[in-house]
């Protein structure tokens, strides 16, 4: 078998933090160990997108555009990889194209090398306009496939949706499965099909929550998978991804090796390890694997608001029957994939449900609008008894949700007028109304935080002359960025092209 190094995406800096300790990662936190980051040659490091912008705001009064450039200068040369949530952006709803468009050029702008982009539904007429707008700025578009189980999910379904998304200018294929339900088997299977009927590179992300992602990647590489993703050890397992270092050492002195320095990686580890205990306070209370999830399918960061929810109207003891009335509900809504926003969606009703003793008694505003059609299309006809109760006679949209939406950015720019300092402030607001402008205002008043931003900027260079001192001893021992069959856009080209419209 010729050798063919498995490439490795770590998540410490995106979605190990939100799926462990709610999102709470502070940049701050980050700068220690990201020199170290920067010398262990991974394929990317995914650190932005997702839950990490509005909780940046939210919760740890930092602007999250500043965590790239922060981190960016910390670590210069690995490839930075966000999550996008196609027409949501990173938001719980559908945005107009023209903030999806301004959204991309800056985070591109910013140093986002890598898109992952993803539709909840997986209706790809959500994630063309995104694709389209990263291809322009010169991003690599990895297009993600969320997968799932049910009736309706196939194999050949999602293999058939993969030749969709290349067809429409995808670079790599991501199987995104969310929750931890892809088992060894069918991770070998969907892989094989893929990488036999589409010439792109396929990456594989899942979570350890269900207890087979470290069995599911090892099948994933022997069906020739290209990457993987995976985070370092004291922030991986439970609902997070598999441990770095056991998948770095299970391929070593395979044609899968990954050629990473695992004493480097034992260093990051403990570096990280140290920094988790700032935040135990954050911790889900998850422990171990749990195999509920290969019944509801629910992923840990819902099982962790479930908890919360039922927590505030004092309904604890009632989670068993949440968890049996997630899958029916999920089943009469269509059987859409447990992410956001869908999982929220499923989430909420199937709770109401419950607590109110009469299903459907009570139907929110987002179930409605996803029954109308306004989040996309569902895999599977909606229930028509559900659909009656929600909607009436209504009948739902049959056009992708973004073409009724009109164009945001100028209106968002006229309402938080000179609280806005730049365009990312502008998009901020536009995605974010009511966080942003509480973190514009603090901003303004000098309670934002600049003092810590500055001397993480300070820690970031410290950390840079660092790295550069320390290149040339673990220049043996990391692989060079050339062993990528795709070539990210340099920075410099993309952005001075005159392809960047809007800016």
């Known amino acids: 078998m010729e050798n063919k190094p498995l490439r490795?995406?770590?998540?410490?800096?995106?979605?190990?933090?939100?799926?462990?300790?709610?999102?709470?990662?502070?940049?701050?936190?980050?700068?220690?160990?990201?020199?170290?980051?920067?010398r262990v040659g991974y394929h990317s490091v995914?650190?932005?997108?997702?839950?990490?912008?509005?909780?940046?705001?939210?919760?740890?009064?930092?602007?999250?555009?500043e965590r790239i450039r922060v981190l960016r200068k910390a670590m210069p040369n690995t490839p930075f990889q966000m999550l996008l949530r196609g027409q949501n952006v990173v938001g719980y709803r559908h945005y107009p194209d023209d903030i999806v468009e301004k959204f991309i050029i800056l985070a591109r702008k910013n140093g986002i090398d890598i898109f992952r982009i993803f539709d909840a539904l997986n209706d790809v007429r959500n994630m063309r306009w995104a694709m389209e707008v990263t291809k322009r700025v010169g991003g690599h578009v990895q297009a993600a496939i969320c997968?799932?189980?049910?009736?309706?999910?196939?194999?050949?379904?999602?293999?058939?949706?993969?030749?969709?998304?290349?067809?429409?200018?995808?670079?790599?294929?991501?199987i995104k499965d969310m929750a931890g339900l892809i088992s060894p088997y069918a991770a070998y299977e969907l892989v094989k099909r893929l990488k036999a009927e589409i010439p792109l590179p396929v990456q594989l992300h899942t979570h350890y929550t269900s207890g087979m992602a470290t069995g599911a990647v090892i099948k994933a590489a022997e069906a020739g998978v290209d990457m993987v993703d995976t985070a370092?050890?004291?922030?991986?397992l439970v609902t997070s991804q598999p441990p770095t270092e056991t998948i770095v050492s299970i391929m070593r002195e395979t044609p899968r090796d990954t050629g990473l320095d695992l004493g480097l990686l034992a260093e990051i580890a403990q570096d990280v390890a140290q920094i988790r205990k700032k935040y135990a306070k954050f911790e889900s209370g998850l422990v171990g694997v749990d195999v509920d999830v290969l019944r509801f399918q629910i992923p840990?960061?819902?099982?962790?608001?479930?908890?919360?929810?039922?927590?505030?109207?004092?309904a604890e003891h009632r989670y068993?029957?949440?968890?049996?009335?997630?899958?029916?509900?999920?089943?009469?809504?269509?059987?859409?994939?447990?992410?956001?926003?869908?999982?929220?969606?499923?989430?909420?009703?199937?709770t109401l449900n419950v607590i109110l003793g009469e299903r459907y008694k009570v139907i929110p505003q987002e179930v409605k609008?996803?029954?109308?059609?306004?989040?996309?299309?569902?895999?599977?006809?909606?229930?028509?008894?559900?659909?009656r109760l929600a909607i009436g006679d209504e009948e739902p949209i049959d056009c992708r949700p973004a073409d009724l939406i009109p164009p945001g950015y100028e209106q968002a720019k006229a309402e938080i007028g000179d609280l806005a300092e730049s365009e990312e402030d502008i998009i901020s607001y536009a995605l974010f109304p009511q966080v942003a402008k509480p973190f514009l205002e603090r901003r303004r008043a000098g309670a934002s935080g600049k003092?810590?931003?500055?001397?993480?900027?300070?820690?970031?260079?410290?950390?840079?002359?660092?790295?550069?001192?320390?290149?040339?001893?673990?220049a043996a021992a990391a692989p060079a960025m050339s062993v990528s069959p795709w070539k990210i856009a340099g920075r410099q080209s993309a952005m001075g092209g005159s392809g960047w419209r809007g800016l």
């Open 8 to 38: 490795i995406t770590d998540t410490v800096l995106r979605d190990a933090h939100q799926s462990l300790l709610a999102t709470r990662l502070r940049t701050e936190d980050m700068l220690p160990f990201a020199a170290k980051l920067e």
């Open 46 to 65: 995914e650190m932005w997108g997702g839950a990490t912008f509005d909780s940046a705001m939210r919760f740890l009064d930092e602007d999250p555009w």
């Open 147 to 174: 997968y799932t189980i049910s009736p309706v999910h196939t194999i050949e379904g999602y293999v058939e949706m993969a030749k969709q998304l290349a067809d429409m200018g995808a670079d790599s294929i991501c």
């Open 232 to 236: 370092i050890s004291s922030l991986a």
């Open 300 to 314: 840990g960061g819902m099982l962790s608001n479930l908890v919360a929810q039922l927590r505030e109207q004092g």
């Open 320 to 350: 068993r029957e949440v968890l049996d009335e997630v899958p029916r509900v999920r089943a009469e809504l269509g059987y859409p994939p447990l992410v956001t926003p869908s999982s929220q969606i499923v989430g909420t009703q199937a």
């Open 369 to 387: 609008n996803y029954i109308r059609g306004l989040y996309g299309r569902p895999p599977a006809p909606i229930d028509p008894a559900v659909k």
């Open 451 to 474: 003092a810590q931003m500055v001397a993480a900027i300070a820690a970031a260079l410290a950390a840079q002359e660092s790295a550069k001192a320390a290149r040339p001893a673990v």
